[in-house]
């Protein structure tokens, strides 16, 4: 077993799935200034190079980011595991990442071939934690029961109308953090009657209500994209408090509505 206890993750995560370059370099100087202290890459993103960049020109000791990325699937052959994740540390510029996450499991994914490859990347110290992405309840099963070191996230698409109650549940019974991507639908709550109302309610706007929800959920972690201004907004969402009707309304807008959805995505075998 790990002999580290699992880290409560800095709440909320920056996301930045499509940024690349300098705008990516300056989302995240922007999310660290505005105390954002948890910043999420991929090697699918191409843009780790970016990130470590921000790391080095923002003012804040590498010690206090909770930085996490993930292993593209056609590099979770065991042994690509493990080289690759170097490449990422180079990129990023960094001795350890403090989660590392199997990203999707498809393409080279094998439990018995991938999830010893990270638990060796554990040992190393290559990363403190493992995570894993896009698994369905059965493969998070089976990834709990496989693994030596503990499943400190499962991030999966989640938002108001893609709630997950049954992962963000199965993740709470194994201690297991939810992080939540595309946390806003890329913006679509916008347009949601429902969150606009109860955004009235607060001064806020709809995607500072869709925030609000998850910072409230117990176990998950919201990690939106932002540039400029709507950074310092998502995370002011924190200072709404919603109550127990806000709830309600906002559960009876689940409808199973995926943004994401590859045809090998392990929901759809």
């Given at each position: 077993?790990?002999?580290?206890?699992p880290?409560?993750?800095?709440?909320?995560?920056?996301?930045?799935?499509?940024?690349e370059?300098?705008?990516?370099?300056?989302?995240?100087?922007?999310?660290?200034?505005?105390?954002?202290?948890?910043?999420?890459?991929?090697?699918?993103?191409?843009?780790?190079?970016?990130?470590?960049?921000?790391?080095?020109?923002?003012?804040?000791?590498?010690?206090?980011?909770?930085?996490?990325?993930?292993?593209?699937?056609?590099?979770?052959?065991?042994?690509?595991v493990?080289?690759?994740?170097?490449?990422?540390?180079d990129?990023?510029?960094?001795?350890?990442?403090?989660?590392?996450y199997?990203?999707?499991?498809?393409?080279?994914?094998?439990?018995?071939?991938?999830?010893?490859?990270?638990?060796?990347?554990?040992?190393?110290?290559?990363?403190?934690?493992?995570?894993?992405?896009?698994f369905?309840?059965?493969?998070?099963?089976?990834?709990?029961?496989m693994?030596?070191?503990?499943?400190?996230?499962?991030?999966?698409?989640?938002?108001?109308?893609?709630?997950?109650?049954?992962?963000?549940?199965?993740g709470?019974?194994?201690?297991?953090?939810?992080v939540?991507?595309?946390p806003?639908a890329?913006?679509?709550?916008?347009?949601?009657?429902?969150?606009?109302e109860?955004?009235?309610?607060?001064?806020?706007?709809?995607?500072?209500?869709a925030?609000?929800w998850?910072?409230?959920?117990?176990?998950?972690?919201?990690?939106p994209?932002?540039?400029?201004?709507?950074?310092?907004?998502?995370?002011?969402?924190?200072?709404?408090?919603?109550?127990?009707?806000?709830r309600?309304?906002?559960?009876?807008?689940?409808?199973?509505?995926?943004?994401?959805?590859?045809?090998?995505?392990?929901?759809?075998?």
């Open positions: 077993m790990s002999s580290q206890s880290p409560q993750l800095p709440q909320p995560g920056l996301g930045t799935s499509g940024h370059g300098e705008s990516c370099t300056d989302a995240v100087v922007t999310a660290l200034k505005s105390g954002y202290r948890h910043i999420d890459t991929a090697q699918l993103y191409d843009n780790e190079e970016a990130v470590g960049r921000a790391l080095e020109q923002a003012d804040v000791d590498r010690e206090e980011v909770f930085l996490a990325t993930k292993v593209h699937p056609s590099n979770l052959a065991a042994e690509d493990l080289e690759s994740t170097r490449e990422s540390l990129r990023l510029g960094v001795d350890t990442v403090d989660l590392l199997v990203h999707w499991p498809m393409g080279e994914y094998d439990a018995e071939e991938t999830l010893p490859a990270f638990d060796e990347a554990v040992e190393e110290g290559l990363t403190r934690h493992v995570g894993v992405s896009n369905t309840p059965n493969l998070l099963e089976e990834a709990v029961s693994l030596d070191a503990p499943i400190v996230a499962h991030q999966i698409e989640l938002h108001p109308e893609l709630q997950q109650d049954e992962l963000v549940s199965l709470r019974e194994h201690d297991v953090q939810t939540a991507y595309c806003i890329k913006a679509e709550v916008a347009e949601i009657d429902v969150l606009q109860i955004a009235d309610n607060h001064d806020a706007t709809p995607i500072q209500v925030l609000a998850q910072y409230d959920r117990e176990g998950v972690v919201p990690i994209k932002g540039t400029g201004e709507h950074i310092h907004e998502n995370y002011e969402a924190h200072e709404i408090e919603l109550t127990d009707d806000d309600d309304r906002i559960a009876d807008l689940d409808a199973g509505e995926r943004l994401v959805d590859p045809d090998d995505a392990a929901w759809n075998q």
